[in-house]
């Protein structure tokens, strides 16, 4: 199996058709890195084509299931903004698509994907568990689409699917205002299907799931 910087695969129990894709920087809150974009998709792809594999179960290592695009990976960009305008805008037009398609993956694995979610999931995490087909959280779990406190647009995903999950206005409301909200909120505005006390009853509330699609 391929070995990623920012992510790791696991089958914890051997037979067992439950697979374990973990978003893998917690010393960084598992913020998205430019690696990311590229070995997500390929990690979805070898997941999808895995014969073995029937449910995918999609979770941050540590404490966090991700704090959105790492913002030192933003100085990147720089080399984007030089040459006219024209071809600029280009650029970003093909990078930002780059960055879509990243994330569409989760929709295009055939597999059901189920999110972790645990401690921050912010911004690009958004993007992520929007794609996701069922989502469960711990009840201190908070979120935030983050993107307008730093002056760019959640063109990931968010604002293209949180509407139809949670709603048109409470998507605007929430990218608007970028504040943060927690597990219960999560749950009643409809981005979470369940929400767990602790950690560990979150895990067991998602292998029980899980094991039962895998059958």
């Known amino acids: 199996m391929e070995s990623y910087k920012t992510l790791e695969i696991i089958q914890e129990k051997e037979n067992s058709t439950v697979f374990h894709l973990f978003l893998n920087r917690p010393s960084k809150r598992n913020a998205l890195s430019p690696e ?11 997941l999808d084509h895995n014969p073995n594999v029937n449910v995918v179960v999609l979770s941050g290592t540590g404490d966090h299931f991700c704090s959105g695009i790492d913002l030192k990976s933003l100085n990147t960009y720089e080399s984007f903004l030089s040459g006219d305008r024209g071809r600029v805008g280009e650029r970003f037009r093909r990078h930002i698509k780059g960055l879509q398609d990243a994330i569409t993956a989760i929709e295009r694995c055939r597999k059901p994907v189920i999110a972790c979610i645990e401690g921050a999931c912010i911004g690009g995490g958004i993007d992520i568990v929007t794609a996701c087909d069922i989502r469960f959280c711990t009840k201190d779990a908070y979120f935030s689409v983050k993107e307008v406190d730093l002056a760019i647009v959640a063109d990931i995903g968010t604002l293209q699917r ?8 409470n998507a605007v409301e929430l990218a608007l205002t970028g504040r943060r909200f927690l597990g ?23 292998r029980i799931v899980a094991e039962v699609l895998g059958l």
């Open 36 to 46: 990311f974009f590229s070995e997500f998709p390929r990690a979805l792809s070898s």
């Open 162 to 169: 949180l509407p139809s999950i949670v709603g048109y206005g």
């Open 184 to 206: 219960p909120e999560a749950k009643q505005l409809g981005l979470v299907s369940r929400v767990f006390n602790s950690k560990q009853e979150l895990e067991e509330g998602v």
